[in-house]
């Protein structure tokens, strides 16, 4: 099985900077598609960056030119680069990865979630 594990939360002040990392471990064959989510209370989870294994990128408009996503298939890891935070950021960060895993003599696609990592930006 696979398991998603992140890092890098944590609090900081408005103008700030995070990274945040997501390591992918299990019997891995290849990560398909990684992304960032966040949830802020009392809100839906929203998307906040995406990366294909083809290098296809996407990032909602509110983080465009201050987040930065990026991946590293030989750690099996991705990344969320946060600059010039603002409070509006704070919320728990999730990442979802599709990945494709050996079971047995078969590999099997399939989503996965990290438990989340809080970051929580001030004023």
């Known amino acids: 099985q696979v398991q998603l594990v992140e890092s890098g939360g944590g609090l900081v002040q408005a103008g700030g900077s995070l990274r945040l990392s997501c390591v992918a471990s299990g019997s891995i064959s290849r990560l398909n598609a990684m992304g960032w989510y966040r949830q802020a209370p009392g809100k839906q989870r929203e998307l906040v960056a995406a990366i294909t294994n083809g290098g296809s990128i996407n990032y909602a408009d509110s983080v465009k030119g201050r987040f930065t996503i990026s991946g590293d298939n030989a750690k099996n890891t991705v990344y969320l680069q946060m600059n010039s935070l603002k409070p509006e950021d704070t919320g728990v960060y999730y990442c979802?990865?599709?990945?494709?895993?050996?079971?047995?003599?078969?590999?099997?696609?399939?989503?996965?979630w990290g438990q989340g990592t809080q970051v929580t930006v001030s004023s």
């Open positions: 979802k990865e599709k990945i494709t895993y050996y079971s047995g003599s078969f590999r099997v696609t399939d989503d996965y």
